[in-house]
């Protein structure tokens, strides 16, 4: 069955490079009753509560003494009752700027962007439950090749996500990115993979750039809003993540997880099977 867009427009944010509110959680877990009495977590459940907004956030496995077998599952009955608006998925082994080899998978192999996958999302599903997961991962920086894409999608995966304007995405030409930038979502027809566009980068922006920049995606008729900050970020940023989810609420945007958006994605069985998948298209690698 082809992937469809069954909305008009949608939105989804998410927060990258996530670990550090979940080692908070871990640390507080014996003087809190919520996660929700975490900063970072009320600040996504006020979003939710007024804008509609979904979450999902994209988990490093280690950083410094902390990593997610060390997680407490106490809370678990209560990230699976918030599922239907906040979730977990894959992003990187580790958070440690030195080892850049671990925390991008430009140059790793198959079976070491496998074994990452697969350690951290059995810890979600252990600490946090199986409604939890979201099926659509995003890696560190779009990092990743095409070994590790068939990696990741032999681990069941329903998609992942192209960069944002300027930035790298796995080992995709700069002509081929640039062709997809002005996209909403494409299918691979080589590797038969459902990419989702990145479009609303909130780190390293003013909010002025950021009205900006959704100004612009609405004028092209873009029918998705991709909207991500990071864990570790998102208090000084802020007033960008509430300008965005106001400007996607305000211009009729739908708030919602890429498995309602899309439904079922099987896969495409050819290349031409791949062109102009849901008004998106798709573009041919160089």
């Known amino acids: ?157 329903s998609g992942t996500f192209f960069s944002y304007p300027g930035y790298s995405a796995y080992d995709l030409s700069q002509e081929y990115l640039e062709k997809l930038w002005g996209k909403d979502y494409w299918i691979d027809p080589d590797l038969s993979l459902l990419l989702i566009t990145t479009n609303v980068k909130l780190p390293c922006l003013s909010v002025a750039d950021v009205a900006e920049r959704l100004q612009a995606l609405h004028q092209r008729d873009a029918r998705i809003l991709e909207i991500f900050a990071d864990d570790y970020n998102l208090v000084e940023l802020a007033e960008h993540m509430e300008s965005a989810l106001a400007f996607a609420v305000e211009h009729d945007y739908q708030g919602m997880f890429y498995d309602q958006a899309f439904g079922e994605v099987d896969g495409v069985r050819s290349v031409s099977d791949a062109q102009d998948v849901g008004g998106a298209g798709a573009v041919t690698s160089s």
Request: with cysteine.
């Open 1 to 157: 069955m082809m992937p469809e867009l069954i909305v008009p427009k949608m939105f989804h944010a998410a927060l990258d490079d996530t670990i550090e509110v979940l080692e908070e959680i871990h640390e507080k877990r014996d003087r809190i009753d919520s996660i929700f009495e975490v900063e970072v977590m009320r600040m996504l459940q006020d979003y939710h509560r007024r804008y509609g907004a979904v979450f999902t956030l994209y988990l490093f496995y280690e950083m410094g003494d902390f990593n997610l077998s060390m997680m407490t599952d106490r809370f678990r009955e209560e990230w699976i009752a918030n599922s239907d608006w906040l979730r977990l998925s894959f992003h990187s082994r580790t958070r440690v700027p030195a080892i850049t080899d671990f925390y991008r998978y430009t140059e790793r192999d198959y079976d070491t962007a496998k074994a990452d996958f697969e350690l951290i999302k059995g810890e979600i599903l252990r600490f946090a439950g199986e409604p939890v997961w979201d099926n659509y991962p995003r890696t560190h920086f779009w990092s990743g090749n095409q070994e590790t894409l068939r990696a990741w999608q032999d681990c069941g995966i």
